[in-house]
């Protein structure tokens, strides 16, 4: 069956002119005439997609190619020799389509991001040898003392007695990691953090703020649970991904290059995570004899302090009601 002439233009592939031309299709053939004479098996075409705005393009098998100009006169061709747009093709035509495709691709994104990531770190965390994750917390205290923190103010005995007094604990658990308690005076209020170097960093403010030392190495011990537990080692895992993507997506890398030093100073643990670090301080706690009302009544004295404005630790360790009576159900 003959076809409708439909006229294009035609390219060879080896140079740059145009030749005018028509197409025609019998018995299974596409028929070019014009400046060019020439057929090819309906087989061996290549037809574009289509597009808003776009011609649409025959490619042949040796790289020559048909440009259409009337693209109405096209499609019914195509219609009449039975070709059909790929399942992909059409979706993208149908706005239905394109809003299906958006909310699987968000749906994707999301659930990525809060179950598939979160997994991933985990994993990757826990088979990071230790020695690796110390050089990954390397060089953050140096940052993290030029943007917010200054030489401690403490007398030096008295850093000493908190620090015996903390190494004198029995962790909860084997294998604990090795720590190393460094004192801080803090330009953003009373905070304390555990780095994947093994350094916990514990500022003037939070301690002038407790004064209990009970309370204090409960705070310590919070704060080795999330060593011990490779919390920060998987958050920066989890932001390293994400701005690993941003810059293959958006080719940002600073994200990447500022990262961990801004994690480990805003780092907002999970409620998984915290639970975690509560539950590791209880049981050190309680193992060594003191009374965990001392670590709730470090959060109480904490939210306090604050007033009006949340500290800083509270900020980065969010203490509620609940999480205070869940530390005093454990006692």
Same mark, same amino acid.
């Given at each position: 069956?003959?076809?409708?002439?439909?006229?294009?233009?035609?390219?060879?592939?080896?140079?740059?002119?145009?030749?005018?031309?028509?197409?025609?299709?019998?018995?299974?053939?596409?028929?070019?005439?014009?400046?060019?004479?020439?057929?090819?098996?309906?087989?061996?075409?290549?037809?574009?997609?289509?597009?808003?705005?776009?011609?649409?393009?025959?490619?042949?098998?040796?790289?020559?190619?048909?440009?259409v100009d009337d693209r109405a006169a096209f499609a019914q061709l195509l219609a009449t020799t039975g070709h059909r747009d790929t399942g992909v093709v059409r979706a993208q035509q149908s706005w239905r389509g394109v809003l299906v495709a958006l909310g699987v691709t968000v749906g994707v994104v999301v659930a990525s991001y809060v179950y598939v990531l979160p997994a991933a770190a985990v994993w990757v965390a826990n088979a990071l040898p230790v020695k690796v994750e110390r050089q990954m917390g390397q060089g953050v205290l140096e940052i993290l003392d030029k943007r917010a923190l200054g030489p401690s103010k403490l007398? !030096? $005995?008295?850093?000493?007695?908190?620090?015996?007094?903390? @190494?004198? /604990?029995? +962790?909860?658990?084997?294998? #604990?990691?090795?720590?190393?308690?460094?004192?801080?005076?803090?330009?953003?209020?009373?905070?304390?953090?555990?780095?994947?170097?093994?350094?916990?960093?514990?500022?003037?403010?939070?301690?002038?703020?407790?004064?209990?030392?009970?309370?204090?190495?409960?705070?310590?011990?919070?704060?080795?649970?999330?060593?011990?537990?490779?919390?920060?080692?998987?958050?920066?895992?989890?932001?390293?991904?994400?701005? !690993? $993507?941003?810059?293959?997506?958006?080719?940002?890398?600073? @994200?990447? /290059?500022? +990262?961990?030093?801004?994690? #480990?100073?805003?780092?907002?643990?999970?409620?998984?995570?915290?639970?975690?670090?509560?539950?590791?301080?209880?049981?050190?706690?309680?193992?060594?004899?003191?009374?965990?009302?001392?670590?709730?009544?470090?959060?109480?004295?904490?939210?306090?302090?604050?007033?009006?404005?949340?500290?800083?630790?509270?900020?980065?360790?969010?203490?509620?009601?609940?999480?205070?009576?869940?530390?005093?159900?454990?006692?």
């Amino acid at each position: 069956m003959d076809t409708p002439a439909v006229t294009g233009r035609y390219f060879d592939g080896k140079t740059s002119r145009l030749h005018r031309v028509t197409l025609t299709v019998t018995d299974g053939m596409a028929h070019l005439a014009g400046d060019v004479e020439r057929s090819a098996p309906l087989a061996s075409l290549r037809v574009s997609e289509r597009a808003r705005h776009a011609a649409r393009k025959v490619s042949f098998d040796d790289g020559a190619w048909l440009e259409v100009d009337d693209r109405a006169a096209f499609a019914q061709l195509l219609a009449t020799t039975g070709h059909r747009d790929t399942g992909v093709v059409r979706a993208q035509q149908s706005w239905r389509g394109v809003l299906v495709a958006l909310g699987v691709t968000v749906g994707v994104v999301v659930a990525s991001y809060v179950y598939v990531l979160p997994a991933a770190a985990v994993w990757v965390a826990n088979a990071l040898p230790v020695k690796v994750e110390r050089q990954m917390g390397q060089g953050v205290l140096e940052i993290l003392d030029k943007r917010a923190l200054g030489p401690s103010k403490l007398p !030096a $005995a008295r850093q000493e007695q908190l620090r015996r007094q903390f @190494a004198a /604990l029995v +962790a909860p658990e084997p294998d #604990a990691p090795t720590w190393k308690l460094v004192f801080r005076s803090s330009r953003i209020g009373p905070n304390a953090l555990a780095l994947p170097s093994g350094d916990i960093v514990m500022t003037d403010e939070l301690v002038n703020v407790l004064k209990d030392d009970q309370a204090v190495m409960g705070v310590l011990a919070h704060e080795l649970g999330h060593l011990h537990r490779r919390h920060l080692t998987r958050r920066l895992v989890q932001s390293s991904a994400v701005a !690993a $993507a941003t810059w293959v997506i958006f080719g940002d890398i600073s @994200a990447m /290059l500022t +990262a961990l030093p801004t994690v #480990a100073l805003d780092m907002k643990y999970s409620r998984d995570a915290e639970s975690e670090a509560d539950d590791y301080a209880v049981a050190m706690l309680r193992r060594n004899g003191i009374d965990p009302e001392h670590m709730a009544q470090a959060f109480v004295k904490l939210g306090e302090a604050s007033g009006d404005r949340m500290s800083t630790y509270l900020s980065s360790h969010p203490a509620t009601g609940e999480r205070i009576a869940r530390i005093r159900a454990a006692r």
